[in-house]
């Protein structure tokens, strides 16, 4: 009896070491999954661009690299041979990540279609889908089609009876002109509308409440738009005729699921 109370003990400290280390053993330096990140790693930094961080962002590992002068996310494919290879996905997800145009290049001195970003989130496993929403929600099972936008994540998700369909990243209300939270339905639908309030064109328009659209536009990796929900111009199209004259949906703001290390994928 006391043989066996001894080891009970003895079991139950190993458990609780075992946790602790659980709770706080490092990511693997060769990446998540067991990936080797080495050979894209000794490539970013021939490449001439420093490495600030990583972590993992809805499940796809990732380094956050410095924004030099020049900088677009079409040139940055083409200088990382990896990426070069696979040069349409890398720019599809950057730009996913992101939320920024491809084609926007950093300048000395702000200027329309530049990047403001310092710094950049690089997904280093290009295959790897972002779990950014649930991919079944039964609450939303009894609508035919539903529209999740969270503000705070930064993307949009549309369900069919309860399933995730798409999820397209988007850029609501600057500071000052904050996107309100809200439930609406699809009011109206304009392939091209004019603001009457900006005098701004706003491609594959959906009415949500007054003045508040979801529509086509510039994605220039921040919160940017008067109020609206803007997609990159070929989603919004897509999105568009997806979508019905009553579709309901929902804006919320939730918190980013990201976790940043000390760059065990690049050290």
Wanted: proline share 7%.
């Amino acid at each position: 009896m006391v043989m066996m109370t001894r080891r009970r003990r003895q079991g139950c400290r190993l458990a609780a070491v075992m946790l602790l280390a659980a709770c706080w053993w490092p990511l693997p330096a060769a990446g998540a999954g067991g990936q080797d990140f080495s050979r894209l790693c000794e490539e970013l930094n021939k490449s001439g661009f420093t490495i600030l961080d990583s972590g993992v962002a809805y499940g796809v590992p990732y380094v956050r690299v410095k924004v030099p002068l020049g900088f677009s996310v079409t040139s940055f494919c083409r200088r990382i041979p990896t990426f070069e290879a696979n040069f349409n996905s890398c720019r599809n997800r950057v730009a996913f990540f992101n939320a920024l145009h491809p084609s926007y290049v950093k300048t000395k001195v702000a200027e329309p279609f530049s990047i403001v970003a310092d710094s950049i989130i690089i997904p280093l496993d290009l295959a790897k889908v972002p779990e950014i929403f649930p991919a079944r929600d039964e609450s939303l099972a009894h609508h035919d089609k539903y529209l999740l936008v969270d503000i705070g994540k930064g993307f949009l998700a549309l369900y069919e009876r309860g399933n995730l369909r798409r999820v397209y990243p988007v850029s609501a209300g600057a500071p000052g002109k904050k996107t309100p939270l809200m439930d609406f339905r699809i009011q109206r639908k304009a392939e091209t509308h004019w603001s009457t309030i900006y005098d701004t064109l706003m491609p594959w328009a959906l009415l949500l409440r007054q003045p508040y659209y979801i529509h086509g536009g510039a994605l220039p990796g921040r919160d940017d738009s008067a109020g609206c929900i803007r997609l990159f111009t070929h989603d919004a199209k897509e999105l568009y005729h997806q979508v019905e004259v009553g579709t309901p949906g929902r804006i919320i703001s939730t918190p980013k699921l990201e976790k940043i290390y000390s760059a065990p994928f690049c050290r």
